[in-house]
């Protein structure tokens, strides 16, 4: 934990931060100024996120292991969405943002993978085109983590993302849609994505977060 005091100027910061405005204000029995309140709410509503990420996956993949089956799963959605979580990550990485703005993109990207494997065992047995997709993914991947890749094509890619989490809920929709039902889907799971999407909106704004992030 970084802790920064200084008594003189009433500040306090705590892993980037600054608690000294809203302390003062409230030692002056004041209403902290906006300009003071949001930036910390926006810092410890980007914790939360990065905290309760670490079990975003989690009920789908308990749902998948305690009834043994991906019935009414679309594989090539969470295969599409593991691919927009690594790009993203290894973009936030790049860009050098605050760990708050993206911390939960590393633990999503680790369950998304830890998910694909376990819906790959219990999906029929996996023929030379997905062996193929895994064998890209893992020779690829790590290159684009590390950014060693031409800061055009980086952009490209990034830019690209939105399509790909777009095109990864579609399989999904029409599936739920053709069977009339959600199978093996994990609503938990769906509404921690949802809820914690519209607080990061939120609190990239706060982080000045360049436009395409937000979006």
Known sequence: MVMKVNLGTMELE?????????????????IPEKECL????????????VAASTTVKLPQILKILKHGSVRGLSVPSFELE??????????CIHKGLPFSAYGELAF????????????????????????????????????VLAGKIDP??????????????????VPQIWKNFTNK??????????FMNFAGSLVRVFTSIQEKTPLSGIL
């Open 181 to 190: 039902s959600t199978g093996e889907l994990s609503f938990l799971t769906c």
């Open 14 to 30: 705590i892993l980037g931060m600054n608690f000294g405005c809203v302390l003062s204000a409230l030692s002056d029995a004041k």
């Open 152 to 169: 055009g094509l980086f952009e490209i890619l990034y830019a690209s993302q939105h399509a790909i989490f777009f095109c990864a809920r």
């Open 38 to 49: 949001l930036p910390l709410v926006s810092k410890l509503l980007g914790y939360c996120i």
């Open 82 to 91: 593991l691919i927009g979580y690594t790009i993203s990550l290894a973009y």
């Open 108 to 143: 999503l990207l680790i369950q998304a993978i830890i998910l694909i494997a376990i819906i790959y065992y219990y999906s029929p047995p996996m023929g030379s085109k997905t062996w193929m997709k895994a064998l890209v993914y893992c020779g690829l991947a790590p290159t």
